[in-house]
């Protein structure tokens, strides 16, 4: 119930929007974890988070390539500011997939 009301204060109606605090714990806790990136080529050249798998949003061939994931893992999806991750964590879980999104994008990571 906190965490709903948590939500809704900080503009998210969705309980899988994370804060990077809370993102990166629950990817460390998390067992069968797999770090998404959706953001383009061009911003992937500017770093990445470690071991992340990257699939462009924007990419015609963007639900064919999620398609080929692993449905009994948990994606954690981040882009540069958390709307296309947002985005593409909704599309995700229409195809069955469990998600959880950077709220705040790769910035929001803590160091």
């Known amino acids: 119930m906190f965490k709903q009301i948590w939500n809704l204060l900080k503009g998210s109606s969705n309980p899988n929007d ?18 998404l990136d ?21 990419s015609s061939s963007f639900k064919t390539e999620v398609q080929k994931l692993d449905k009994n893992k948990t994606y954690f999806v981040y882009c540069r500011s958390g709307n296309r991750s947002s985005q593409a ?7 069955g997939y469990k998600t959880f999104n950077l709220v705040g994008g790769i910035g929001a990571w803590p160091k």
Do not use: H, W, Y
């Open 18 to 35: 994370l804060s990077g605090a809370d993102f990166k714990a629950k990817f460390t806790e998390t067992p069968n974890a797999v770090m």
């Open 38 to 58: 959706v953001r383009t080529k061009a911003e992937v050249s500017s770093g990445v988070l470690k071991g992340a798998k990257n699939i462009d949003f924007f």
């Open 89 to 95: 964590c909704g599309v995700m879980e229409q195809l």
